[in-house]
């Protein structure tokens, strides 16, 4: 009785959408580290990003094991909800996407975050695509979050696999991840054109949409040795062509509450200029190159203005009274009620 009773009146629990902001931290210190191949930039913005970043990350962690340890009701229920439950394997990429940032001068740890990423990572794609296949899943839940699990798991697991020298690994995980995509692409645009339109609250998460052909794109160049050949312009082409619908829904999108919600932008954001830049130092020379310093620096811009939200989302939340019963139909990161 105790139990339950500390479970529904104490703190608001870690919700696993919160890795959303390490994986953005993280992926923009990749962004940093790769523009340092190419152009003059200190090292030590790379290096904090991806630093601060895998420290809150190791924070979440713990925090997220604690609460199937000591709130395992709430765990169990994001686990089965359709829209929150595709987030937990962000604990895994973001552990991937940081074993490529330290390999260079921590190779042990490294391949520990890889061993764990891997691991986490393939075990919850796995579980939650088997989950997909028995149906039972209504219309309007089939938004871009779907891809995180496999899709951008895949992608990334591809990218670290060849960072650490295993690239056939990494070429498997890379096929994984690319069918995936093309399946779900359909199902996910069906669902966008032709049910409810999307709640405000959990808008945000089509930002999820950029993510694919992005982080696609780094990983076919390291997989593939960088070759700027046409598969690789025609994923940043896809990639450009979600970053400006994005800007043609934002008024639209811009009805949601600035929350962290909002870091679902991130993993494209910093994705597109990693490609781009990846590209040019391969040997791009045509108008990828000339656009990769705008996208460089506009990726910066919006994972800045995200972060200045959700600094602001946390002070407005600890400044508000807590509570005394928390509400079952609002989640930790702030999309409220999704009824």
């Not at 359909?186 to 709640?199: C, E, K, N, R």
């Not at 160049?221 to 994005?246: C, E, K, M, R």
């Not at 909002?262 to 040019?280: D, M, R, Y």
Request: hydrophobic share 55%; with cysteine; aromatic share 12%.
């Amino acid at each position: 009785m105790e139990q339950k009773f500390s479970e529904r009146t104490g703190p608001t629990s870690v919700a696993a959408s919160l890795f959303g902001i390490p994986l953005g931290l993280v992926a923009l210190g990749l962004a940093w580290q790769m523009a340092e191949t190419t152009w003059a930039v200190p090292a030590w913005v790379a290096d904090t990003l991806i630093w601060s970043g895998a420290t809150f990350w190791a924070f979440l962690l713990m925090a997220y094991v604690g609460k199937w340890l000591l709130r395992t009701t709430g765990a169990r229920a994001e686990l089965e909800d359709p829209v929150q439950s595709c987030f937990i394997g962000l604990a895994g990429v973001v552990a991937l996407l940081a074993s490529m940032g330290v390999s260079r001068e921590h190779r042990l740890l490294a391949l520990a975050l890889y061993g764990f990423g891997t691991a986490w990572t393939s075990l919850f794609a796995i579980y939650q695509t088997g989950r997909l296949w028995m149906g039972d899943r209504k219309q309007e839940t089939n938004i871009p979050i779907l891809y995180l699990p496999l899709v951008g798991g895949g992608f990334v697991m591809a990218s670290s696999a060849a960072a650490l020298g295993f690239v056939d690994w990494g070429t498997l995980a890379f096929g994984a991840a690319l069918f995936t995509w093309l399946s779900l692409e359909s199902v996910i645009l069906h669902s966008l054109y032709t049910a409810a339109p999307v709640p405000p609250a959990v808008r945000p998460t089509l930002g999820v949409q950029l993510a694919p052909p992005a982080v696609g794109a780094v990983a076919y160049l390291s997989v593939g040795g960088g070759a700027p050949d046409l598969f690789a312009h025609a994923l940043v082409g896809y990639a450009l062509l979600q970053a400006i619908l994005s800007i043609r829904l934002i008024h639209w999108l811009l009805k949601s509450e600035p929350t962290p919600a909002w870091w679902s932008f991130s993993f494209g954001a910093a994705a597109l200029p990693t490609a781009a830049i990846k590209l040019v130092g391969h040997g791009d020379a045509g108008l990828v190159s000339t656009w990769a310093p705008y996208l460089f620096v506009a990726g910066n811009l919006v994972i800045v203005a995200i972060a200045a939200v959700t600094i602001r989302w946390a002070i407005r939340k600890a400044r508000r009274p807590r509570p005394v019963l928390c509400r079952p139909d609002t989640d930790a990161l702030g999309f409220g009620s999704r009824k």
